[in-house]
């Protein structure tokens, strides 16, 4: 897809406060410092408009990104091991489940997964989730390029077999470095989203 205008909308916590363009949303969820920002901003050409961090836990908000006035982005936080208090995880975990099944604007859920490690507890919880609430998934497998080429398929299969992968869920190599599954990924997110 050719991006035009992309911009954040509105960084927020609770359904109020949820933009009413109704228009479709895709959400991107993974654990933190998995590559979410980088994805965005790769997706977007857009070098600052996701701002990246090496400390996890940056994105403590549903951030809006609106594409092209016709499709949002919404980044929420990431889960695992950022550095913040319990209670405020679980505040995270409220808003974000409260997004993921409330949400009629969204259209489907990017999981994006380290490819170099087997998804996590978190990682196949937050897939099973997603399942349970029907929700339609596309797993995007970042840092594709911190592994040799030859081991590409080895590592997918890992990925597949950790998350119990349903066929109808497709799974995209990606990497925010060179550019690798960028155009698949726009394919699968026009085709989920139907834009």
Known sequence: MKVTSSEIVISAVKPEQYPDAGIPEIALAGRSNVGKSSFINKLLNRKNLARTSSK??????????????ILHFVDVPGYGFAKVSKSE??????????????????????????VRHAPSKDDVLMYNFLKHYDLPVLIIATKADKIPKSKW?????????????????????????TGQGKDEAWGAIRRLTEI
């Open 153 to 177: 398929q080895k590592h997918v299969k890992i990925v597949k077999d950790t998350l119990e992968l349903e066929a109808e869920d497709s799974l995209i190599l990606f990497s925010s470095e």
């Open 56 to 69: 996890p836990g940056k994105t403590q908000t549903l951030n809006f990104y609106i594409i092209n006035e």
């Open 89 to 114: 995880r679980d505040a995270w975990g409220r808003m974000i489940e409260t997004y993921l099944t409330s949400r009629e604007e969204l259209k489907a859920v990017v999981l994006l997964i380290d």
